[in-house]
């Protein structure tokens, strides 16, 4: 059972475009939804996160925007840059001690 | 330490043999979580612990895998009488006060 779906799974955006990646959950005591950028021999590492309450979170050219009714929240690059390629990975935990369940991931690859 | 640090890097073993994996997490993190990350997959939860106390082993495949942290720190993964299908990255994790997860670089584990 997937509990944190996500797409697409590759994505190719011209630079200065944006680029978007989906996430769906299907259990709502999720509490925490944090984004991962993870490039090629590096570990995962934290880009951006948000709690359920609050529709959106923005920091530089980052944006996550949740929908806690659909059970879905998306990352937004702005004006994405080659130095974007890398992949993505959406997250879900249900407390903060608790496991972080992954998504499957999206590559993504900005064309210079 | 400075960050997440795990041994080996690399690990190439035949199949039936033993093999354990280290993970000295950053100084003072509490919680230190294993995960397995296949190539072009999301990183897989295996299990975490709070302090020595291991809080949820869910994810471990199967009895061949186990996993301790005696003293509240260093943490090893076992994997008894290795299969092929075991070969993968496994990926150990740390987390402070804080909700973000700092993840090592991994140790690359490829049975023959």
């Known amino acids: 059972q997937q509990q944190v779906k996500q797409s697409p799974q590759s994505l190719i955006v011209q630079k200065g475009g944006i680029s978007i990646i989906n996430c769906a959950y299907e259990n709502t005591a999720f509490d925490y939804f944090p984004w991962y950028q993870q490039f090629p021999g590096k570990g995962p590492a934290l880009l951006i996160a948000?709690?359920?309450?609050?529709s959106e979170k923005k920091e530089g050219r980052f944006t996550i925007s949740f929908n806690k009714s659909a059970k879905q929240f998306s990352l937004h690059i702005m004006d994405s840059q080659p130095g974007d390629s890398a992949t993505y990975f959406c997250?879900?935990?249900?407390?903060?001690?608790?496991?972080?369940?992954f998504g499957k991931g999206t590559r993504l690859h900005i064309l210079p | 330490g400075a960050g997440v640090s795990q041994s080996p890097r690399y690990k190439v073993t035949k199949r039936g043999q033993d093999v354990a994996l280290r993970c000295d997490p950053i100084?003072?993190?509490?919680?230190l979580y294993w995960y397995r990350q296949a190539l072009g997959q999301g990183p897989e939860f295996l299990t975490y612990f709070n302090y020595e106390a291991q809080q949820d082993k869910s994810g471990l495949p199967n009895d061949r895998f186990s996993a301790e942290r005696p003293e509240g720190s260093i943490s090893t993964l076992t994997i008894q009488r290795t299969e092929q299908r075991d070969s993968a990255m496994y990926r150990c994790?740390?987390?402070?006060?804080?909700?973000?997860?700092?993840f090592g670089e991994g140790s690359w584990l490829t049975v023959v």
């Open positions: 997250a879900a935990s249900y407390v903060r001690d608790d496991k972080i369940i």
């Open positions: 994790a740390s987390r402070g006060a804080g909700n973000t997860i700092y």
């Open positions: 100084s003072g993190h509490v919680s």
């Open positions: 948000i709690r359920p309450d609050v």
